[in-house]
């Protein structure tokens, strides 16, 4: 069984830095895709990133390229989102997700979804 156990959310002021974890189980970095993708209050959902290790391939999205980096540690069976110089309008709730296919992650819509944690940017 898949699982996901994502933290590290908090309240930072803007330009600070936060490094979300995702802590994994049942999956391996080599057949699955991992994504992390928020949502804030009034928006849409918004994939921030994804790697897949088995298509050679990372993505950030442009609102958060330059300053977002998604990484894995292979020892750890974890996912990071390494965020800094946040802003306001990266406040949201973070998930990880995972998918075996790139496609569904960079979509939006991975099979399996840990539980959100919560960044507040505050000014």
């Known amino acids: 069984e898949v699982q996901l156990q994502a933290s590290g959310g908090g309240l930072v002021q803007t330009g600070g830095s936060l490094r979300l974890s995702c802590a994994t189980s049942g999956l391996t970095f080599d057949d699955y895709a991992m994504s992390w993708i928020r949502q804030a209050p009034g928006k849409e959902r918004e994939v921030v990133a994804c790697?897949?290790?088995?298509?050679?391939?990372?993505y950030h999205a442009d609102s958060v390229k330059g300053r977002f980096t998604i990484s894995g540690d292979d020892a750890k069976t974890t996912v990071y989102l390494e965020m800094n110089d946040l802003r306001l309008e990266d406040t949201a709730v973070y998930y990880c997700a995972a998918d075996t296919g790139l496609w569904a992650v960079i979509a939006g819509t991975p099979q399996y979804w840990g539980q959100g944690t919560e960044v507040t940017v505050s000014s």
């Open positions: 790697t897949s290790r088995s298509d050679n391939t990372q």
